[in-house]
């Protein structure tokens, strides 16, 4: 059996995430999405450009978890070795989290990320190749 490749794992992961998330959170980026695409039809090479650059830098939700799973996680280490062992379950119970979205594409706060409208790489990169398509 061949191993995935690293862009098949990211669209993998993509569509765990979108399958994971309520619909109507789905539809609504998607939606926000092509709000942002037809903003900018017809703006200055410039305009896009700039917007591109944006996207580039734009955090998806993989990242972001990853981030607030990491900081919570050594916040729950550092207070359980400083303060009090009950704090390594925050250490826990974030870790399964992680977990539990790194084989499943869901943990709790995806629902609530997802609402906020973080979206996922493959969304981010709809609009950046639209956008690029656009300037050819």
């Not at 990211?10 to 926000?32: K, L, M, W």
């Not at 303060?83 to 992680?98: C, E, I, P, Q, Y």
């Not at 629902?111 to 050819?136: S, V, W």
Request: hydrophobic letters at 40%.
């Amino acid at each position: 059996m061949n191993s995935p490749n690293r862009a098949d794992a990211t669209i993998s992961a993509a569509d765990r995430v979108r399958r994971s998330t309520p619909s109507h959170s789905n539809v609504e980026i998607d939606r926000q999405t092509d709000r942002n695409i037809r903003r900018y039809i017809g703006a200055s090479r410039e305009a896009i450009l700039a917007r591109i650059h944006q996207l580039d830098k734009e955090w998806d939700i993989e990242r972001v978890i990853e981030v607030n799973a990491s900081s919570l996680a050594l916040t729950g280490l550092v207070l359980g070795l400083t303060v009090d062992k009950r704090w390594f379950a925050l250490s826990g119970t974030v870790l399964s989290f992680l977990l539990q979205h790194g084989l499943q594409g869901w943990c709790p706060p995806v629902p609530i990320l997802r609402r906020l409208g973080f979206r996922t790489r493959r969304e981010i990169d709809r609009e950046k190749y639209a956008l690029k398509a656009y300037l050819t």
